[in-house]
């Protein structure tokens, strides 16, 4: 029976086991781009990683059978990270600088998908990530369930890697 090199790269991955790490992200030429203590690993839900290029359709006089399309403008959806709240205030350490006037506290926030082992298998990289919008979880005396706070943040770049 030969086996199939290619089978374990084209199976399936789980999406449960992930890293998140921020680092400073290099704007215009400042340098730096070391890695920052910035809840790292301590997400348990990340949505919103996606790219949408919005096709630009063409009309020819005399074609009557559709319109050429040509590729337009990539916009990048806001990524929403999740976590249980804890004593650590980073989060909101970071929406607060934005708030404060600090714009060049841009971060690289860099997302990868891990095996079983832990060992990375692929990965994406947020560019010049913003916060937007910070979120804490509602408070009910009545409830039982874990905290859940959220960074919402834009960005200028989102990259794939293997």
């Excluded at 839900?45 to 990539?74: C, D, F, K, S, Y």
């Excluded at 804490?136 to 409830?143: F, K, S, Y």
Aim: include cysteine; proline fraction near 2%; hydrophobic fraction near 40%.
């Amino acid at each position: 029976m030969m086996s199939n090199p290619g089978a374990a790269r084209d199976a399936p991955l789980g999406v449960f086991n992930f890293h998140v790490s921020f680092a400073r992200d290099e704007v215009e030429g400042d340098g730096g781009s070391e890695t920052i203590a910035l809840c790292q690993g301590a997400f348990a839900e990340v949505t919103g990683l996606e790219a949408t290029m919005e096709p630009r359709a063409i009309r020819e006089g005399g074609r009557n059978w559709g319109q050429h399309q040509r590729a337009g403008q990539i916009s990048f959806a806001t990524v929403v990270f999740k976590r249980g709240i804890t004593a650590a205030r980073d989060l909101w350490w970071w929406f607060e600088l934005m708030g404060s006037g600090t714009y060049a506290a841009r971060l690289r926030a860099d997302i990868e998908i891990r095996d079983i082992e832990g060992q990375r298998v692929m990965g994406w990289t947020l560019r010049h990530a913003l916060p937007v919008k910070f979120k804490t979880a509602d408070l009910n005396a009545r409830g039982s369930d874990v905290g859940v706070e959220e960074l919402h943040v834009v960005h200028e770049g989102l990259e794939h890697s293997i």
